[in-house]
């Protein structure tokens, strides 16, 4: 692999006796979409503020291109951050505020006016050069806000919730059009969201934050369907966990059933036997079964929840059957079902 555009090494930075970040040792390649997910406070914001030269590491190193930029002001470096809370200049137009940092910048007038249309373009708000932000819906002000993030070109674009203003629709839109200009413009992003659903759909890898930890980092898929620990697997997506006894690698459910899990993340003792709601099925193969009384559906459209109550768990089930599956096999609340599974779709954590 070629040499990462980013390196983050050893990193820490401590506020009085918060250890915001706590040893982060990450590489971003040139080009990559790349999400940082993390609980409010778990140090998300920190990270970025210092890769975009904010805040000093107080150990490690933020190396970029090669050099150590650990103490380089963030105006020298070919980095740029656009805040969780970015504000437009309620008095400049669209242009304006566009514009402002290559006037900044020095670059002449005509050069300016080429680089504000061309992004103007590719943000699709050329129609509202001249308005004021005032004038703008949501969704068009974060993308004129964007647009100021994008137009100094740096090898690095760095978002802090970038779509958190937005409605659902709105940010679903906005998610493609991320990943639309993300690779015209063939900038290396890190976004940082709450939103697990939106970073799986967006990034090339995600990392999760915990604590100023970095607790895993893989592909979408890697991160769904191969959560390390218990917190990445309640994180990402919806799990069913069910308490187990592990002894001598036999994991035993609180009805006495042994349940199979081909990757077992856990010593003996008490722990979780976990299997994702699409990786149950009816009457269906799979080493492990168990049997429960359906609480409540729900339809979805492109699937059907079903709710289960049953000895081997406290919580409810939840299963996620296919409409196919579900029309084959109509159900309603009191139905009692065998609910299938496979070894290879269960993972076991400690608590
Ligand atoms: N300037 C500061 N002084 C003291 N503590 C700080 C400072 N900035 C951040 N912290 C603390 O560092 C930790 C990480 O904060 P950070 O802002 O990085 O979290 P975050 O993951 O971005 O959270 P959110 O999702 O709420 O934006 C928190 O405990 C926070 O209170
Ligand atoms: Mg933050």
Redesign the pocket.
Known sequence: MNQPLLSIKKAQKH??S?R?IDGIDLDIQENEFFALL??????????LRMLAGFEVPDGGQIVLDGQDVSHIPPNKRAVNLMF?SYALFPHMSVFQNIAYGLEMEGLAKAQIKARVDEILEVIQLGDLARRKPDQLSGGQRQRVALARALVKRPRLLLL??PLGALDKKLRGDMQLELKRIQHEFGITFII?T?DQEEALVMADRVAI?KD?KLLQSGTPREIYEQPGSRFAADFIGVMNFFPVQSSGGTLRAQDGSVIQADAIHMADGPGVAAVRPERLRLDGPGENSMTGTVTATAYHGLDLQVHLKTSAAPDTVVMRLTADAAEARPLSAGDTVTVNWAARDTRAFAD
């Open positions: 506020f009085g918060v915001a993390g609980a409010s406070g778990s140090g998300k914001t920190t990270l969780q802090d919730e940082v709450h934050l100023g």
